[in-house]
C-alpha cells in the first residue's frame, strides 16, 4: 500500500511569491493534517481537512490556507512568503476524522525563501 | 491552550541499554498519547500510542506509560540497536482545541 506523498520534495521561492504544495493521502484515508516542522518552533498544526471541508486551524495567519478535493487529495497554499515561512511542510492523513486517529505522515516539502 | 513538554533533548546509549523519554503535558481533557520517530529525511513515523483509559502499553521492545493524575507519560525502548538512532517526539491530542500538540523532540543516539 503506498504511503502518503507529497510534492514536491525542495522548493525555493523568493518574498513576496506564493507557493501550493500537493498532498496525496493513503488509499482510502479521508482525514488530511497539515504540520509546520522548523528548528525553532518544532511540529505545528496548521488544519485539518476532512470530507472537503476544513474542521480546524491551528494559530497561523490566514496567508495559509488549504483545500481538500473529493479523492482526498489535498493542497496548502501559502501568499505573500515570508522569510520565515522557510520549513519542512508535513502532510499527515488518517482513516478516521480528527488528529486522535492514527496519522502517517509523508516526508514533507521542504520550502526555502530567499 | 496545550502545552507540551519533552526531556532530555539528547540521549545516548550503549547498544542493548534501555532508552526513557518522559513527557508532560497541561491540559487535563487530554486523551490521545502518540509517539513518533523521526529519521533524517523522513517524516516522523508513528510508533506507538495510547488512550487515556489505559496505563500502559507494549508492542515488542517498546512501551508506553501513562499517568493521568500526574499528567506525564513515558516511553521506554529496551535493548535498543543503532537503527533506533532519531529524534523522537511526543504528543497529546486535547479533545477541547481538537489537534496534537508536540513536544520538542529527544534526539537519541545507540552507541554500537
Known amino acids: 500500500k503506498a504511503g502518503v506523498t507529497q510534492t514536491p520534495r525542495y522548493l525555493i521561492k523568493t518574498r513576496g511569491q506564493q507557493v501550493t504544495l500537493s498532498c496525496s493521502p493513503i488509499?482510502?484515508?479521508?482525514?488530511v493534517s497539515w504540520y509546520q516542522q522548523t528548528p525553532g518552533q518544532g511540529l505545528q498544526f496548521l488544519f485539518e481537512y476532512f470530507s472537503e471541508t476544513q474542521r480546524n486551524k491551528g494559530n497561523f495567519p490566514g496567508r495559509f490556507s488549504g483545500r481538500q478535493f473529493s479523492n482526498s487529495r489535498s493542497e496548502m497554499n501559502v501568499s505573500t512568503l515570508e522569510l520565515g515561512d522557510s520549513a519542512l511542510y508535513l502532510c499527515?492523513?488518517?482513516?478516521?476524522?480528527?488528529?486522535?486517529?492514527?496519522?502517517?505522515f509523508g516526508d514533507g516539502t521542504r520550502l526555502s525563501i530567499l | 491552550g496545550e502545552n507540551v513538554e519533552q526531556h532530555p533533548s539528547t540521549l545516548s546509549v550503549q547498544e542493548g541499554d534501555s532508552a526513557v523519554i518522559k513527557c508532560t503535558y497541561s491540559?487535563?481533557?487530554?486523551?490521545?498519547f502518540p509517539w513518533y520517530k523521526q529519521e533524517l529525511g523522513k517524516g516522523p513515523q508513528l510508533i506507538i500510542d495510547i488512550r487515556s483509559n489505559v496505563g500502559e502499553k507494549k508492542d515488542q521492545r517498546i512501551a508506553v506509560t501513562l499517568n493521568k493524575t500526574a499528567k506525564h507519560f513515558s516511553l521506554h525502548i529496551t535493548e535498543t540497536q543503532p537503527e533506533d538512532s532519531a529524534v523522537y517526539f511526543c504528543a497529546a491530542f486535547s479533545g477541547s482545541a481538537r489537534q496534537l500538540t508536540f513536544g520538542s523532540g529527544t534526539q537519541l543516539t545507540v552507541l554500537p
Open positions: 499527515a492523513s488518517s482513516l478516521g476524522r480528527g488528529p486522535d486517529q492514527p496519522q502517517h
Open positions: 488509499s482510502g484515508h479521508r482525514s
Open positions: 491540559d487535563s481533557a487530554s486523551n490521545y
